[in-house]
């Protein structure tokens, strides 16, 4: 379990200068490509996945070692998770997001980053998980209640 929560830095997880809307209106009035991403370059900046989870590894005060043991998984496996080597499943980061008692804001922008699907609360798996996390329930307790209801573990 985490054992602190260290400063917040949003070194990699900032808000934009732009909303959303007014980056959608600069495209929409651009009339060439070249031109919409130049003037989108500076709200364009995307963290990478190994970026933002060793954002939130930091705040927590958690080793990658100790990442792998609370998550139930291999160190050498967590090791190329952290380093960027390999794309974690979607259960993965799910793991990961219940040990580093994310949000449920955090574990999205961790899934977003990682180019995995949102947790939606109409799926009943999802909505479960979501409960896990905003009652900050761990991976065994999490696989428990969806198993409980005939859902996929996520172990």
Do not use: H, W
């Amino acid at each position: 379990m985490p054992t602190g929560r260290g400063k917040r830095e949003d070194r990699y997880i900032n808000t934009p200068s732009r909303n959303t809307d007014e980056l959608l209106g600069i495209l929409e009035r651009s009339r060439t490509l070249t031109g919409a991403l130049k003037a989108l370059d500076g709200d364009m900046e995307t963290p990478t996945f190994a970026q933002c989870l060793s954002q939130y590894m930091r705040e927590r005060d958690l080793t990658a070692a100790q990442l792998s043991e609370t998550a139930l998984l291999s160190r050498s496996f967590t090791y190329q998770i952290c380093s960027g080597e390999r794309r974690p499943s979607r259960d993965i980061i799910l793991r990961l997001a219940l040990v580093l008692e994310l949000s449920v804001d955090e574990t999205q922008a961790l899934l977003r980053t990682a180019q995995r699907g949102a947790l939606y609360p109409r799926v009943m798996r999802d909505a479960v998980i979501l409960f896990a996390l905003r009652n900050r329930m761990g991976i065994l307790a999490t696989d428990e209640q969806l198993l409980s209801r005939g859902l996929a573990g996520i172990l």
